[in-house]
């Protein structure tokens, strides 16, 4: 299994940008495929993208429109959201995930974070 704990969250401006870390604990990290969503209140959990095992395929949702990068050390056990252009509507909670295998749907997932806010102001 693998613990993930993310940072980075806080409260920005409209056009600024962010960068977010995930850092995992446990043997099984580098053979985990990772995934980033995104919660708004009152909405449903949200895929914003996720990035292989070996971090040579990333998949991003089109809401991102090449905003977001994702990407992994799997030396560090980190996986990270760069998050550029922010807008409001991205306000939310964000979480990573880790799952067996590459997918857009939380029910990929075995292992999620406790999440991380973002506040996007106008």
Not at 39 to 53: D, L, N, T, Y
Not at 74 to 91: F, I
Request: proline share 2%; glycine share 12%.
């Amino acid at each position: 299994q693998v613990q993930l704990v993310e940072s980075g969250g806080g409260l920005v401006q409209a056009g600024d940008n962010l960068r977010l870390s995930c850092a995992a604990s446990g043997r099984t990290f580098n053979s985990a495929a990772l995934g980033w969503f995104r919660q708004a209140p009152g909405k449903e959990r949200e895929f914003v993208g996720a990035i292989s095992r070996t971090g040579g395929t990333t998949y991003n949702s089109d809401f991102v429109q090449g905003r977001f990068t994702i990407s992994r050390d799997n030396a560090r056990n980190t996986v990270y959201l760069q998050m550029n252009s922010l807008k409001p509507e991205d306000t939310a909670v964000y979480y990573c995930a880790a799952g067996r295998v590459f997918g857009a749907s939380p029910s990929t997932y075995y292992s999620w974070g406790q999440g991380t806010q973002v506040t996007v102001s106008s």
